[in-house]
């Protein structure tokens, strides 16, 4: 089951354009340096897929409703929607708060979660076509986003999202996740 989906889900999802999805409020503009021990070799991005079987009673479409809840939160965790960029004089990573906002994506699937077994064992080609892409930038004068979220809604009106999120930031997230596997 895994190779017929791989060859027809990147068929069956349609994109919509990236956007930004920014704080709902003002945010402090700063430039946080990271620590010593947030190294390259510790700059990796982490995919995680969450999904949500649909709701017989209430079938509206989710993707406003966590756009608004996602921008009401970055008013807390505002560090997420900077950028990462190098500094000129050392090459290390800081990160610039500026409230540019966090890349949000809006997929469609033309196929139930079911077909899919839920996302349980799914095929690696299969399941990227359902989270974000973060490319790091090695670059100095190139930044990038240290979080990015998509959401895809599946025909039986479930819905996942998925989320790509760098090491290099949120460690600590990835440490409690990878320990209670």
Same mark, same amino acid.
């Given at each position: 089951?895994? /190779?017929?989906?791989?060859?027809? &889900?990147?068929?069956?999802? *349609?994109?919509? !354009?990236? %956007?930004?999805?920014?704080? $709902?409020?003002?945010?402090?503009?700063?430039?946080?340096?990271?620590?010593?021990?947030?190294?390259?070799?510790?700059?990796?991005?982490?995919?995680?897929?969450?999904?949500?079987?649909?709701?017989?009673?209430?079938?509206?479409?989710?993707?406003?409703?966590?756009?608004?809840?996602?921008?009401?939160?970055?008013?807390?965790?505002?560090?997420?929607?900077?950028?990462?960029?190098?500094?000129? /004089?050392?090459?290390?990573?800081? &990160?610039?708060?500026?409230? *540019?906002?966090? !890349?949000? %994506?809006?997929?469609?699937? $033309?196929?139930?979660?079911?077909?899919?077994?839920?996302?349980?064992?799914?095929?690696?080609?299969?399941?990227?076509?359902?989270?974000?892409?973060?490319?790091?930038?090695?670059?100095?004068?190139?930044?990038?986003?240290?979080?990015?979220?998509?959401?895809?809604?599946?025909?039986?009106?479930?819905?996942?999202?998925?989320?790509?999120?760098?090491?290099?930031?949120?460690?600590?997230?990835?440490?409690?996740?990878?320990?209670? &596997?």
């Amino acid at each position: 089951m895994a /190779n017929q989906t791989t060859q027809s &889900l990147p068929f069956l999802l *349609e994109k919509k !354009p990236v %956007e930004l999805v920014k704080p $709902s409020k003002h945010t402090p503009c700063e430039i946080l340096s990271l620590s010593i021990l947030d190294n390259d070799f510790l700059n990796e991005v982490h995919a995680t897929i969450y999904v949500f079987k649909a709701n017989e009673e209430n079938r509206n479409d989710p993707v406003s409703l966590l756009r608004k809840a996602f921008s009401d939160l970055l008013v807390y965790y505002y560090p997420l929607s900077g950028k990462l960029m190098r500094r000129e /004089n050392d090459q290390k990573l800081q &990160l610039i708060c500026r409230g *540019e906002g966090v !890349p949000f %994506e809006v997929a469609t699937a $033309s196929l139930d979660l079911s077909s899919l077994n839920y996302i349980e064992n799914l095929d690696d080609q299969v399941a990227l076509q359902l989270v974000p892409e973060i490319e790091i930038a090695y670059d100095t004068n190139v930044s990038y986003q240290p979080l990015a979220l998509q959401v895809t809604k599946f025909a039986c009106g479930g819905f996942t999202i998925g989320t790509a999120l760098t090491h290099i930031v949120c460690d600590g997230f990835v440490w409690l996740r990878s320990s209670m &596997l």
